[in-house]
């Protein structure tokens, strides 16, 4: 479980969150919702263990990461998983793509001798890699070149990466947002396949038909802080909060 | 027509002025001496690089001050500090360099370091910031990192390395002062470069001459132009 408790973070004088708690489990999606510049992504950041709170903690499985020693927060750090709203793919195949997370955790020596058997074995590519690419419907597409993609395929080859090493908990940053509606839909399918290995997901998203649809709790992030956070079919149907009851509305406008 | 003047050259390129061995000797010189002086530079050049693209420190930007200016700085100059350098009274005195293709290496490794530097460090800045942040949160340590993003700037890279070579292999004023143009009593060259000795056949009236190296020099850069853009072309990577 991954856990942030009384988070504060700001960035100079500007206090992007305040007194923040959210957590995730292990088979269960949290959609966090809320207008642009609200401070999802730096949530996300904090989720990642790539940024320090400047109160508060984040723990994963009851280890807080921050403090620990920069070995053992990498060690932790590496049982998150995060796609970021632009794909990012290294420009290099499909499959060196895909199994960038694998092969960074493996040792020098035996990543050179991969390296070299590579060279006399063709496109041996590891089942990971494989399972991953099936998850979002590009199994053909493993030797192919990343930047000869499209835009949503690329997406969903990202999606793939950070799938492929079997992290604890998945971090989505906008994962749709610049997507057609198939792409979209391949990529909810797999969120929800991740959820069916155990994986726990929060997903950051300011499309509250997509939150709806894919997630078990929803965060509603307005301003500095969680307004409410709790299953999704009470959040739209029933919000106790009333500014979460103005944002789904639409009254609330940002 | 082409043909017709392309075949009445032949027997004007086979009654050459010059002796068997010796144009072949020039290229040699020339070639070891940018070959080896482009390599050293790129193996100080490049992780320099790396570093000032990813490491911020004090003074950081003076140092990129100093790399940009270091591009723009005259040869001769150069080649007169490290004619001082290697001089008997000099530093290295003792090492016995001057006149030499050592010495001439010298002077252009700092001549071929400031672009190398400065060409790959604006390529490996110019790397996506995304790539960067994708390597770190898939679970790259920082020396990972520092790999993927070499790796996407590897053309910049290649041509950072080419200027280099070019730079180095065209340079006349400072070759000329710490290599002296010298050729053996049998006339093979010692530290005479194509560049040198153009220099030197374009005074002497020899034309033909200067006119045959200087063919064979534009045909060795655009021979190593054309290599070094095959190995960076797509067509070889995995």
């Known amino acids: ?254 | 027509m082409p043909v017709d003047s392309a075949v009445q050259l032949v027997p004007a390129l086979l009654d050459l002025p010059f002796r068997e061995g010796y144009v072949r000797s020039i290229i040699v010189v020339s070639l070891y001496v940018s070959v080896l002086a482009v390599t050293l530079s790129t193996l100080v050049s490049v992780p320099v690089a790396v570093l000032l693209g990813f490491a911020d420190f004090p003074g950081k930007r003076f140092v990129k001050s100093v790399i940009n200016t270091g591009m723009g700085f005259p040869s001769v100059v150069v080649g007169l500090v490290v004619l001082f350098a290697v001089s008997n009274q000099g530093p290295l005195g003792s090492l016995n360099l001057i006149f030499t293709k050592e010495a001439m290496i010298m002077s252009q490794f700092v001549l071929a370091t400031p672009p190398i530097t400065a060409i790959s460090l604006a390529a490996i800045t110019g790397v996506d910031d995304g790539v960067r942040d994708a390597a770190r949160v898939l679970g790259g340590t920082r020396l990972d990192v520092a790999l993927v993003v070499l790796k996407e700037a590897r053309y910049g890279i290649a041509t950072a390395i080419l200027a280099g070579f070019g730079r180095a292999i065209s340079e006349v004023g400072s070759v000329l002062i710490v290599g002296g143009n010298i050729t053996s009593a049998d006339g093979i060259s010692k530290t005479r470069t194509l560049t040198t000795a153009i220099q030197l056949e374009a005074r002497q009236g020899q034309y033909q001459t200067a006119m045959v190296l200087g063919a064979v020099l534009v045909a060795l850069v655009l021979t190593v132009n054309a290599v070094v853009v095959r190995f960076g072309d797509r067509g070889v990577q995995s």
């Open chain 1, 1 to 254: 479980m991954l856990r942030v408790a009384n988070a504060s973070r700001s960035y100079g004088d500007e206090t992007v969150l305040r007194n923040l708690s959210i957590e995730v489990g292990s088979g269960e999606v949290v959609a966090v919702i809320g207008p642009s510049g609200v401070g999802k992504t730096t949530l996300l950041r904090l989720l990642a263990l790539s940024l320090e709170p400047d109160e508060g903690t984040v723990a994963l499985d009851g280890t807080d990461a921050w403090a620990v020693d920069a070995a053992e927060r990498r060690a932790l750090r590496r049982r998150v998983g995060m796609v970021f709203q632009e794909a990012s793919l290294f420009d290099a195949s499909v499959a060196r793509n895909v199994e960038y997370g694998l092969r960074v955790r493996r040792s020098w020596r035996d990543r050179l001798h991969d390296e070299v058997a590579g060279l006399v074995r063709s496109n041996g590519v590891a089942d990971a890699v494989h399972e991953a690419l099936d998850v979002v419907g590009l199994t053909q597409k493993v030797v192919q070149q990343a930047d000869s993609l499209s835009g949503g395929e690329a997406q969903r080859v990202s999606f793939a990466r950070a799938l492929a090493y079997e992290p604890d908990v998945l971090l989505l940053d906008e994962p749709t947002s610049d997507l057609d509606p198939r792409n979209t839909a391949v990529i909810e399918d797999a969120i929800g396949e991740a959820r069916d290995r155990g994986i726990g997901v929060v997903a950051a998203t300011h499309d509250m038909h997509q939150a709806e649809r894919v997630a078990d709790r929803v965060a509603v992030l307005l301003d500095d802080g969680i307004t409410e956070i709790g299953p999704t079919e009470r959040i739209f149907e029933d919000p106790s909060d009333e500014r979460t009851r103005k944002f789904i509305s639409g009254e609330l406008v940002y």
